[in-house]
């Protein structure tokens, strides 16, 4: 099946996401996030640009080609509001079966959220503790990557000298973690759509996170952020990192050149009006 509804809660209380929708031909994927936003997500506030917007058809996408955007509408023609491109310039199904952040969202559902009808089929998931405020990371990976991530799974590295010491401290994605284990969503061609939960939100004030809300009607409940997510994750991890204790070292900071793998989702990145700017 190349089409998946996902709502947050359960069958008798939830909200809506959208939908995950992948097209194939051959051996080329495409594939759409379709965003559901509420019952008002046709007046809603853009908290970025300050305006409301009727986000009913609101999506992103990601292509076989390596591009994807960010529209709020489906209509032929209409204009992206981003676009993007996976940074080693690769295709979207790596032949290395590299995995790929698609997305990051949090939800903040103690703000009250209300619910409507969902769709037949829908998959209603759940964080595994109960929490009310989280994140999903939405990830792209081979169907045969291992449910459960790497302690040490996209890892940040901070070094400090002080007094003639090195102070060292670590943090990974598995930290901000609710669970290690990975949910699939989706599955085609051996490749999946997956949910990570995450304790840890997206700082709302950084670049590239859209925070909208019902006109009046609903308090904020969802921000999200696609295309450049490595932007807010590394601050989050670093953020990890910073809360721990340091470790005081003799050990120089040293990064083996093997090492540095470049693991996101958009290095070049397009605005609406043509021009670029690189990350």
Request: aromatic residues 10%; contains cysteine.
């Amino acid at each position: 099946m190349n089409q998946a509804f996902i709502a947050l809660g359960s069958q008798e209380k939830f909200a809506r996401l959208g939908d995950f929708n992948v097209t194939v031909n051959g051996d080329e994927v495409d594939l759409y996030y379709n965003l559901d936003l509420g019952d008002h997500r046709t007046s809603m506030f853009d908290v970025d640009s300050g305006t409301y917007k009727d986000l009913a058809k609101a999506h992103h996408s990601f292509h076989y080609s390596g591009q994807g955007h960010l529209k709020e509408t489906r209509k032929r023609g209409a204009r992206p509001l981003f676009i993007g491109h996976i940074s080693d310039g690769s295709v979207l199904n790596s032949p290395d079966g590299d995995p790929l952040i698609l997305g990051l969202e949090s939800f903040f559902f103690d703000l009250g959220v209300t619910t409507g009808v969902a769709e037949p089929n829908t998959l209603f998931l759940q964080p595994p503790t109960g929490v009310k405020q989280y994140s999903i990371l939405w990830l792209w990976m081979s169907a045969d990557a291992p449910k459960i991530i790497h302690p040490r799974w996209c890892y940040v590295n901070l070094w400090e000298s002080r007094g003639g010491y090195n102070t060292f401290r670590t943090a990974a994605i598995a930290d901000m973690s609710i669970t290690r284990e990975t949910q699939t969503i989706l599955s085609v061609n051996g490749w999946e759509v997956r949910a990570l939960f995450l304790k840890t939100l997206l700082p709302v004030m950084t670049q590239g996170v859209i925070l909208a809300h019902p006109k009046g009607k609903e308090c904020p409940w969802r921000a999200w952020a696609s295309l450049d997510a490595h932007l807010p994750i590394s601050q989050m991890v670093h953020f990890e990192a910073f809360k721990k204790k340091p470790l005081i070292t003799t050990e120089h900071h040293k990064i083996a050149e093997e090492a540095r793998t470049p693991w996101i989702w958009v290095k070049k990145q397009e605005v609406a009006d043509g021009t670029n700017s690189s990350n």
